[in-house]
């Protein structure tokens, strides 16, 4: 389980990174809390820039399906992770 956990965990920091970096993109500095367009800005590489905002999308929300359904496995203790998981990727901006 722990191994599976570890797994878990880098996936979701991976959808932390790219709804941090729609955030940054799509974002304004009242909604999201911080400056806006810094990547742009500092020339960053970003897996948005690479592949396109619909591409990061369509990866992102496959990437959520494949946490969740890995997730599910560990019935009701999972729940709160679950959540997470959707609150990740549903941030507005």
Excluded: H, P
């Excluded at 369509?58 to 494949?66: D, G, H, I, S, T």
């Amino acid at each position: 389980m722990k191994k599976a956990m570890q797994t878990s965990g880098e996936e979701i920091g991976l959808l932390f990174q790219i709804s941090d970096d729609f955030l940054d993109l799509k974002g304004s500095k009242k909604n999201v809390g911080k400056f806006v367009n810094k990547d742009k800005k500092k020339g960053k590489s970003t897996l948005i820039k690479i592949l396109g905002y619909n591409k990061t999308l369509e990866f992102a929300l496959r990437r959520k399906k494949l946490i969740i359904g890995k997730l599910r496995k560990y019935g009701n203790r999972s729940k709160k992770l679950i959540e997470t998981v959707n609150f990740i990727l549903n941030r507005s901006y």
